[in-house]
Every structure is written in structure tokens, then in C-alpha cells.
């Protein structure tokens, strides 16, 4: 999520009466990319994978977690933890986390 600096004002037909409302700007869900994701090293083989748009300290800025694996990288979404996907490459595992509509999608 991000806030988008462009959105001032919205207007709201309640009752048959237009109002404007400030909106929750924070809601607003935009597709992440490849340069919106940074990795936290947690431990010696495990990153937090969250989104550089959001400060650290919103818990919606957290897209998941990827894991050193003999094999390779493990990549679990937080949007479905049960569902973890592997990978030979730190870069692969990464990929995973952005969207794939996106217009800057990863590689």
C-alpha cells in the first residue's frame, strides 16, 4: 500500500447530498515492483521481504520471507504462508514477491 500524493479530496454522494471527504489515502493498494522491494537480513539465511514504500514500522509493508535452503531459496508469501515456492536464485526467490501485472514487472 502506498499513499498517493496526487489523491486531495473525494467526493461522496450520501444520502443524495455531495460531500467531499478526505479519503484513506493508505488504503489505496498499488502493484509492487521490482525496485519496491528491499530485503532485511533477519539471520545468516533468511531475509524479510517487505515494500520500500511503506516505513518499516507499518506492518503492511511486510510481502513475506525468503529462506536459504540447501537446494537453494525458499520464498512464502505472508499472503499465503502454507504455499512456499523454490528457487536456485536469491534474485528468483525476490521475483516471486512482485506483481506480475505490474508495468515495471521483475525479471
Same mark, same amino acid.
Given at each position: 500500500?502506498?499513499?498517493?500524493?496526487?489523491?486531495?479530496?473525494?467526493?461522496?454522494?450520501?444520502?443524495?447530498?455531495?460531500?467531499?471527504?478526505?479519503?484513506?489515502?493508505?488504503?489505496? +493498494?498499488?502493484?509492487?515492483?521490482?525496485?519496491?522491494? =528491499?530485503?532485511? @537480513?533477519? !539471520?545468516? *539465511?533468511?531475509?524479510?521481504?517487505?515494500?520500500?514504500?511503506?516505513?518499516?514500522?507499518?506492518?503492511?509493508?511486510?510481502?513475506?520471507?525468503?529462506?536459504?535452503?540447501?537446494?537453494?531459496?525458499?520464498?512464502?508469501? +505472508?499472503?499465503?504462508?502454507?504455499?512456499?515456492?523454490? =528457487?536456485?536464485? @536469491?534474485? !528468483?526467490? *525476490?521475483?516471486?514477491?512482485?506483481?506480475?501485472?505490474?508495468?515495471?514487472?521483475?525479471?
Amino acid at each position: 500500500m502506498v499513499v498517493v500524493p496526487n489523491l486531495r479530496w473525494l467526493s461522496l454522494n450520501v444520502g443524495g447530498t455531495l460531500q467531499n471527504i478526505t479519503p484513506d489515502v493508505t488504503s489505496c +493498494i498499488l502493484a509492487v515492483t521490482e525496485i519496491d522491494i =528491499h530485503l532485511d @537480513l533477519v !539471520s545468516d *539465511t533468511e531475509w524479510r521481504v517487505r515494500d520500500r514504500r511503506l516505513p518499516t514500522s507499518n506492518h503492511r509493508a511486510i510481502l513475506g520471507v525468503i529462506s536459504r535452503t540447501p537446494d537453494g531459496y525458499e520464498a512464502m508469501s +505472508i499472503n499465503d504462508p502454507v504455499k512456499a515456492s523454490n =528457487h536456485s536464485s @536469491l534474485a !528468483s526467490a *525476490t521475483a516471486t514477491f512482485c506483481d506480475p501485472q505490474s508495468n515495471l514487472a521483475c525479471q
